[in-house]
């Protein structure tokens, strides 16, 4: 059974950091590319950031560039997630995500694991 754990959530004032991580368990990580999507209340899921099997490949949404960092450490079967520049608008409930497939896309339909999701607010 595969197995996202997301940590790193919390409160934190705009302007500052936080790091996000996923565990993956259950499969072979290195074959797995992963993804990170977020939920803000009333809104639906959005993608924000992948990253291919190998780590070569990223992609963002432009909500996020130049702000978010995506990476992984295949050694350690974790992706994660550096926030910087935290803006208000960037609380949501924040997702990993994974997929078999070597180059991931954005959309949500094309990821088959999933983790619980962790809380990030952004307070002004």
């Known amino acids: 059974q595969v197995q996202l754990v997301e940590s790193g959530g919390g409160l934190v004032q705009a302007g500052n950091s936080v790091r996000l991580s996923c565990a993956v368990s259950?499969?072979?990580?290195?074959?797995?590319?992963m993804g990170w999507f977020r939920q803000a209340p009333g809104k639906e899921r959005e993608f924000v950031a992948y990253?291919?099997?190998?780590?070569?490949?990223?992609n963002y949404a432009d909500s996020v560039k130049g702000r978010f960092t995506i990476s992984r450490d295949n050694a350690k079967n974790t992706v994660y997630l550096q926030l910087n520049s935290l803006k208000p608008d960037d609380t949501a409930v924040y997702y990993c995500?994974?997929?078999?497939?070597?180059?991931?896309?954005?959309?949500?339909?094309?990821?088959?694991?999933w983790g619980q999701g962790t809380q990030v607010t952004v307070s002004s």
């Open positions: 990253i291919s099997w190998s780590g070569r490949f990223t």
């Open positions: 995500a994974g997929t078999p497939r070597a180059y991931p896309g954005t959309n949500n339909n094309e990821y088959v694991y």
């Open positions: 259950g499969r072979t990580f290195s074959s797995t590319a």
